[in-house]
C-alpha cells in the first residue's frame, strides 16, 4: 500500500531459517518500488490467536485516511480466524509499530466450513448500501469458495449467505484477490469503484498446484456475487497471472499514482540443501501494473512498473538483424546479468503462408523445448547463456499452424538446459499467447542473475523463471538471439539495457537517520 | 427394576464405549496408503504404531513423518561414521554430500512437513517430502560405481517415506 509518501510492503517471513515456519510478518518501505529499506517486524506470534502463524492479510484504506489490516492467525489449536490490527500512530509514515485489536479474533470459521480453510481475506470495498464487504477463500470438498461477510466497523460481520463464486474441482483457494478494472481507460481504479465502464477479477491461489489464477467477469453488488464473461475459463481453470514460478500474488490501488499494481512470490526452484546452505529462499517478482487488455477482452496485461527503468544503464540497440534458420546470433552488450530486453520479431510472411499445417497439438511444457525444431520456431532469446552455450535458457515463441490454416503462437521459457546443476528445475514453462491481426511478436525480459520475468505481447502471457547457472554467472553471462524454425527467417529488432543494482538496506539502528527519513 | 435397567444401560453405554476401533481405523489406513505409491511399506510403517488406530489422515501424515524423523538422523550418524574411516576422496566426497542432504532432511524437510499439517497449509508438507525424497535420492547418485554406494537400503526407506508422506500431505489439500 502507498501511505504518507511511502511504500509499504508486508511480507510472510521466517525470521528462523530459510524454508517456511514460524511464520511472522516481515515491513520493508520504498519510495519508488524498486529501493527499499527493511523495517523491524510488523507482528509476530504473540498472541493465543496467531501463535501457530501470523499469515496473509490486506489492508482497507478508511474514508478519513486511516488503515484497518484484517489478516489471518493460525490460533494455538492451529483454528484459522481471522483478526484485526491497526498502526499504533498514524502520524508515523513508517508505520513500524501496530497494535491487535483486543478483542480478536473478529472472525472465525462459518459453520461447514473446515476450520484450516479459512483464511487470506481480502481489502474491503464499499457496497451499494455503505458497507465494508471482503472475501475470504475456502473450499467444501474439492470445490473452491469464496465466502462473502459484510461489515460496518471491521469488528462485526454478517455473512452472506451465498459465496462470491465457486468452481468444482479446484480445491482450497488460498489469497484470494477480487478488484475492478477499467475497460476503456489505462489507469487502476480504487477497489470500491463499480460502474457501467469497469468489470470485475476474481484471483485466486490454488493450493493444489501452487499457481495463481484469474478469471474476469461482471460483480453483483445486491447478492454479494460474480459471474465470468467465458465459464469456459473460469477461475481456476484457465488463465494464469504467470506460468513460471510465481505465487501468492495480491494487488493493491496505489492512490500516488493512479494504478494497479500486483507483486508476487516467486519461489526457489533449487533444492532445500541449496536454500540452506545459501542462508535464504523466495524473492518478490518486479512490481507489475494491471490492466484489462480491451484488445482481446479476455486477457489482463501485466507491465513492470515504469520506476524499474530508472535502473536502465548503457543501452545496447539492434536493428533489423536477420537470423536465418538454424542459427545462434551473439548480442554484444557486456556482462549479462542484469538486463532489461526490449524486443520485436517478424518473422517471414511467406514462410507463415507456404508451410503446411498439420493437427498436431503444442503444448511448452510437453515439447522438446528450444530444440526441437517446428516450421515457424522456435525463435527468441537465449538468456544467461555461456559462450559455448553449454549453458542456456531460451525465451521464445513458437507458432503452430493447424490444418486449418489459423495461427496460434505460444510463448515459452526453457529450464532444460539453464544449469549444469542436477539438483534444479529443468522443466519447460509457458502457455498460447493471443497475438492478433497486425500485431507484431514483442517480448520484454527482465534477467536479473536467478531471474528471469519474461512478457509477451505487452504482457498478455507472462513467464517467471528461477536458473541456478554455475558457468553462465556474472562476467561470464552472455545474451543471444536464435532461430531454431527449420522453414522460417525472422527479423529482430532490440534494445537491451544493463542494469543498476537497487538498493536495498537494512534497519538503521540510528536516531536521527529515521527522524530525517521520516520528514521526506 | 429401574436399578437393573440403569445398569443395562450403563453396561450397554460402557461396552459401546470400549468397541474395538480396529476395522475402521484399518481401513483408513488401507484407503489412504493405498493413495501412495508404497502401499505396503505405509501400511506396515503406520500399523506398527499405535497411534495409527484412532489418526486422522493428519494423524497418519505426522506418523510417517516420525518414522522419516527415526531413520534419518540414524543415517546421518552412519554416514558420518563413515566419513570419519573413508580414504577413496571419492568415497569421501560422495559422503559428504550425503551429509549436507540429510542435514536438509532432518534440519529442514521433516520439521517443515510436520508443522504445515499440524497448521493446516499441506502443501508446504507436500513440497518438503518432495524434497526429503530428492536429497535421499541425490544423495544415492553422488555414489557412482566404484565407488558403490553402503547405504543403499537406507537411501532407499528414507526416499520411499518421503513419497508416502508427499502423498499422505496431498490427500490434505
Not at chain 1, 494464469?240 to 507483486?263: C, E
Not at chain 1, 538486463?339 to 522438446?368: H, M, P, R
Not at chain 1, 498478455?460 to 538471439?481: E, M, N
Amino acid at each position: 500500500m502507498f501511505y504518507k509518501g511511502w511504500y509499504h510492503f508486508f511480507y510472510q517471513y521466517n525470521p528462523n531459517a530459510a524454508v517456511w515456519g514460524d511464520i511472522v510478518w516481515g515491513h520493508a518501505v520504498s519510495k519508488d518500488l524498486i529501493h527499499w529499506l527493511h523495517l523491524p517486524l510488523a507482528m509476530v506470534a504473540d498472541q493465543w490467536y496467531d501463535k501457530n502463524g501470523v499469515w496473509t492479510g490486506s489492508a482497507t484504506f478508511l474514508p478519513d485516511g486511516n488503515i484497518v489490516m484484517l489478516y489471518t492467525g493460525s490460533t494455538e489449536e492451529a483454528v484459522q480466524v481471522q483478526n484485526l490490527a491497526y498502526p499504533a500512530d498514524p502520524s508515523d509514515p513508517l508505520l513500524i509499530h501496530w497494535v491487535k485489536y483486543p478483542g480478536n479474533p473478529v472472525l472465525v470459521p462459518p459453520p461447514g466450513i473446515n476450520k484450516k480453510d479459512f483464511r487470506d481475506p481480502t481489502t474491503a470495498w464499499l457496497t451499494s448500501e455503505g458497507k465494508w464487504r471482503i472475501t475470504i477463500g475456502s473450499k467444501i470438498n474439492k470445490t473452491g469458495i469464496s465466502l462473502v461477510y459484510d461489515t460496518k466497523d471491521f469488528i462485526n460481520y454478517e455473512k452472506l449467505d451465498g459465496v462470491l463464486h465457486a468452481v468444482p474441482g479446484t480445491g482450497m483457494w488460498e489469497c484470494v484477490d477480487f478488484f475492478p478494472v477499467s475497460k476503456a481507460q489505462e489507469n487502476g481504479l480504487d477497489t470500491s469503484v463499480n460502474g457501467p465502464g469497469v468489470k470485475h477479477v476474481v484471483k485466486v491461489s490454488l493450493d493444489d498446484d501452487r499457481h495463481d489464477y484469474y478469471a474476469i467477469g461482471t460483480y453483483h453488488d445486491k447478492n454479494g456475487t460474480w459471474i465470468p464473461d467465458q465459464p469456459g475459463i473460469d477461475v481456476g481453470i484457465g488463465l494464469r497471472y504467470d506460468y513460471g514460478v510465481y505465487y501468492a500474488a495480491k494487488t493493491f490501488y496505489d492512490q500516488n499514482k493512479n494504478r494497479r499494481v500486483l507483486w508476487g512470490w516467486i519461489g526457489e526452484s533449487d533444492s532445500e540443501a541449496a536454500d540452506m546452505q545459501k542462508g535464504w529462499a523466495s524473492v518478490q517478482s518486479i512490481p507489475r501494473t494491471i490492466l484489462f487488455d480491451n484488445k482481446t477482452g479476455t486477457h489482463l496485461l501485466q507491465w513492470p512498473v515504469e520506476e524499474i527503468e530508472s535502473l536502465r544503464l548503457k543501452i545496447n540497440e539492434f536493428n533489423g538483424v536477420r537470423i536465418q534458420t538454424g542459427s545462434v546470433i551473439p548480442l554484444d552488450v557486456g556482462p549479462a546479468t542484469q538486463l532489461d530486453v526490449v524486443a520485436e520479431f517478424k518473422i517471414d510472411k511467406e514462410a507463415l503462408e507456404k508451410t503446411t499445417g498439420s493437427n498436431e497439438t503444442f503444448s511448452c511444457s510437453t515439447s522438446g523445448g528450444a530444440a526441437e525444431r517446428g516450421a515457424l520456431g522456435p525463435f527468441g532469446l537465449l538468456v544467461l547463456a555461456d559462450d559455448s552455450l553449454s549453458e542456456q535458457t531460451p525465451v521464445y515463441f513458437y507458432i503452430a499452424k493447424g490444418s486449418d490454416g489459423n495461427l496460434k503462437t505460444f510463448f515459452c521459457n526453457d529450464q532444460s538446459r539453464s544449469s549444469a546443476a542436477s539438483d534444479v528445475n529443468k522443466q519447460i514453462y509457458g502457455s498460447f499467447v493471443p497475438v492478433l491481426k497486425g500485431e507484431n511478436l514483442s517480448l520484454r525480459i527482465l534477467v536479473d542473475h536467478s531471474i528471469i520475468e519474461s512478457f509477451a505481447q505487452g504482457g498478455r502471457t507472462v513467464i517467471t523463471s528461477r536458473v541456478y547457472p554455475t558457468k553462465a554467472i556474472y562476467g561470464a553471462a552472455r545474451v543471444f538471439l536464435f532461430n531454431n524454425a527449420t522453414d522460417a527467417s525472422v527479423t529482430a529488432t532490440l534494445k537491451i539495457w544493463q542494469m543498476n543494482s537497487a538498493f536495498i538496506r537494512p534497519y538503521p539502528n540510528d536516531e536521527k537517520f529515521l527522524k530525517d527519513l521520516k520528514q521526506m | 427394576m429401574t436399578k437393573i435397567i440403569s445398569l443395562v444401560i450403563f453396561h450397554a453405554v460402557f461396552s459401546f464405549t470400549f468397541l474395538p476401533v480396529t476395522d475402521s481405523a484399518t481401513s483408513l489406513i488401507e484407503t489412504t496408503c493405498k493413495q501412495t505409491p508404497f502401499f505396503n511399506l505405509c501400511v506396515s510403517t503406520l500399523q506398527s504404531d499405535p497411534r495409527s488406530s484412532t489418526a486422522d489422515v493428519a494423524g497418519l501424515g505426522h506418523i510417517i513423518a516420525d518414522s522419516i524423523n527415526g531413520k534419518a538422523p540414524a543415517t546421518l550418524n552412519q554416514i558420518k561414521g563413515l566419513l570419519k574411516s573413508a580414504t577413496d576422496p571419492n568415497m569421501q566426497k560422495a559422503l559428504q554430500s550425503c551429509v549436507d542432504s540429510y542435514n536438509t532432511i532432518v534440519q529442514a524437510d521433516i520439521p517443515v512437513a510436520f508443522e504445515a499439517i499440524t497448521k493446516g497449509d499441506p502443501k508446504f508438507a507436500v513440497d518438503s517430502a518432495a524434497d526429503a525424497a530428492n536429497e535421499a535420492q541425490d544423495c544415492e547418485k553422488s555414489f557412482a560405481n566404484p565407488p558403490k554406494s553402503p547405504i543403499s537400503d537406507s537411501n532407499k526407506n528414507v526416499h520411499d517415506l518421503s513419497v508416502v508422506l508427499e502423498s499422505i500431505a496431498s490427500l490434505l489439500l
